[in-house]
């Protein structure tokens, strides 16, 4: 849990809006710009001393700060007030495994196996290996968690054929990656993914200790081989209010 | 609204389940199996005639059912039964603008323009657009519509200075992009985004005509011309049912 800080002080905050644009709106940006300028944790200007300053009704107030709350920048403590969020993570733009990308951030990864065995790959998850449906995969469900938070629940298949001995492997707190590596000789080169925004099932939601109507990001996700064999199928579930997806575009010329 | 179609054949189910893995995950599999096989609108099975089939209780049907419906890959009609959903529509990996995307895809893209105006830049906007706070910006906010079907509520701000008269070209149904190109001889080069989960406030939902409880993805860009000047930062909603993101990840050596 994050502790509370100093916030901000009012002078900071500009001191009128103007005609021209939704005032809600305008309300939002000024407190991302104080929000840009603190720590998480702190305290931001009550609601009451927002609508004063700007002689905006506090209805209008309270759905500002909803909207920066529904976007995960702001949290509220019930009696106390709305306090800066801790910031979302980014996803890398580079194939990284979990355990490597929390490293990078100076947090120690952990993971709890729910689940390790081979079964038979249905329909689905056969296609996406480009196995035969009951062919025999590997199946993975785990919790990831950053300094001890719940942040996803991973659920992989891995060709059984190819990786024998997966299934009995130690995962708790390792890194797959490295072990398909050192283990099996096998090294991911790179993946295709799809984000997409899901309900969280409330068993799922127990799991990442979050409430029951959170929404998720989906990550479904092919990782290939260097000789370009499709080696993995996951589906992941992201907290929506810690995780967003980086993605560079480029023109294409037309 | 799609037109509801034949259904599946029962006798193209698997017959039974496996012992090793949760009932309710296996279902969901066998249904995203028949679903791939189906067109949009077409009947799936009844929750009775599957928990018949695999000797399950009708609430972990049901649960399978909700998963699929919470994924945006089946929706239910009270008293029919549940229905194989139109596909996502998947976000191009290339900087593409609504307008080409939806052409690309045999739609009729379009265009309500709910806001077109100078406004001084918020701090946010000032740091995405390099500008100093209080500089003109144009203030673009659209609802971007695909055979007529709201898709996204677009918020675009775009320096004013280099595009003098942008606030009062006609956008209706027009692609912007386009438009920047011929009249201002600026041209989009790449862009860094960033896709986020949130829940939709009440007068976004309704202009995007969807429930109110419905999770969107929002997305944050920022666009660069060939010269590598920050020319655009939108803000976009796009319903969280009908889009998901496609990134491709290339592993870095390690």
Known sequence: ?????????VEALPRTLSYQRPKGEQLQEILEGVIAALQPGALLP??????ERYGVARATVTQAVEGLVSRGL???????????????????????????????????PGSVVLS??????????ARHLALV??????????VRTADGEPMALERTHLPAQRLPGLEAADLTDASLYKLL?????VRMADADQWASVVRLASDEAALLQVADDQPALL?????RDQGGTTVE??????????????????????
Chains 1, 2 share one sequence.
């Open 46 to 51: 009550s609601e009451r001393l927002l609508a």
């Open 181 to 185: 590596e050192r283990e099996w000789g």
């Open 233 to 254: 199928y996951v589906r992941s579930l992201y907290r929506g209010d810690r995780y967003e997806v980086h993605t560079r575009l480029e023109r294409l010329e037309g």
């Open 133 to 142: 449906p009951g062919s025999p995969v590997v199946h993975l469900e785990r």
């Open 74 to 108: 702001v949290y509220r403590v019930h009696g106390s007030g709305s306090f800066v969020a801790e910031p979302k993570f980014r996803q890398p733009l580079t194939l990284t495994s979990f355990t490597e990308d929390m490293h990078a951030r100076g947090m120690t």
């Open 116 to 125: 390790q065995a081979v079964v038979p790959a249905s329909e689905v998850v």
């Open 1 to 9: 849990m994050t502790a509370h800080r100093r916030g901000a002080p």
């Open 219 to 223: 990550f479904q996700r092919v990782t």
